[in-house]
């Protein structure tokens, strides 16, 4: 009777075990698509990416680049003060995109174009990104309000 419960525990074991393990790798082979890095386009020209790399890229949508009237294409470039890429987006934008304006978008670089497939514009004058704020500051190109809370 002693040795039967023993091994049942060890049998618990193993199935905890085995489902804990089948579990974590289900969530990693969920996630494998669902972690977006945030780059910069500096840090993008710096090192390109590869074309199958999902990732996001933001700054400022430079002024004098946005280009609409192509169907649903939509064609201007994003900084961050030090270096420009060119992105083209098909799609509807968000109501506050607009040149000048922060954003956030999220697709691949192909040939040097990035391709968007999701833009997010800020939503009012102080939203922005803390990981787009860190790479404005670093190029000196933003700096924040008096009364804004540094992040």
Known sequence: MRGLKKQRRIQIVI???LALALSAG???????DGINFFRPPSEIIANPPPPTEVFRIGGLVEDGTLIRGEGETIRFSVTDGGASIPVTYTGILPDLFGEG???VGTGRLVDGTFIATEILARHDEQYM???LI?????????RHAE???ES
Do not use: F, S
């Not at 289900?26 to 494998?32: D, F, K, N, S, T």
């Not at 860190?134 to 933003?142: F, I, K, N, R």
């Open 134 to 142: 860190d790479a404005l500051e670093a190029q000196g190109v933003y």
């Open 147 to 149: 009364g804004d809370p």
């Open 129 to 131: 990104p803390a990981e």
């Open 101 to 103: 304006e922060g954003m």
């Open 26 to 32: 289900l969530i990693g082979y969920a996630m494998r």
């Open 15 to 17: 199935v905890a075990t």
